[in-house]
């Protein structure tokens, strides 16, 4: 099974700021990765898919990068809404899926 | 617009039954797989079960084969899980997501289930 490991765990900034989340896979999963954000009490929202696609609707202030085992998600400058936590997933070996434990993004 | 509605959920003892609903619209039902994916109180995402559009293909997480059943009625547009030998373990909101080919592109509100004596 892959894993991914997401860092940091917790990551406190400051609206306006750069934000960089970090997602690593146990083996390549090639560009099938997406991350999805969360916020509380509500169902999770695709933001990225195959790494560096952003889903229709959202900001152009969220990008991905990265392939095979190293990938990040970038918030150029945070808005208040964005605080949340924030999920990779990987679809290699489709249908099986699998998360990143999550990456809290929290107000500085 | 899209709309997945779980229902369903609720409180079972341990060793129980529950059969969770999801109920579709915005979309054509039976040209999409579906997928169930849970999370524990707290906790991070973990995906559950999987059908491909017409019910022929399911996959299942190790935590739950043998005991989780996902179905769909492609003419009630309707996805199902049936949950038997409840454990507290599998307490969770579950949540219904389309699968668009690439991602979950839609989800649903979550159920909560809570497997409790």
Known sequence: EIVLTQSPATLSLSPGERATLSCRASQSVSSYLAWYQQKPGQAPRLLIYDASNRATGIPARFSGSGSGTDFTLTISSLEPEDFAVYYCQQRTNWPTITFGQGTRLEIK | ?117
């Open chain 2, 1 to 117: 617009q899209v709309q997945l509605v779980e229902s369903g959920g609720g409180v079972v003892q341990p060793g129980g039954s529950l059969r969770l609903s999801c109920a579709a619209s915005g979309f054509i039902f039976s040209s999409y797989a579906m997928h169930w994916v849970r999370q524990a109180p707290g906790k991070g995402l973990e995906w559950v079960a999987f059908i491909r559009y017409d019910g022929n293909n399911k996959y299942y997480a190790d935590s739950v084969k043998g005991r989780f059943t996902i179905s769909r009625d492609n003419s009630k547009n309707t996805l199902y899980l049936q949950m038997n030998s409840l454990r507290a373990e599998d307490t969770a909101v579950y949540y219904c997501a389309k699968d668009d080919g690439d991602d979950f592109d839609y989800w649903g509100q979550g159920t909560l289930v809570t497997v409790s004596s």
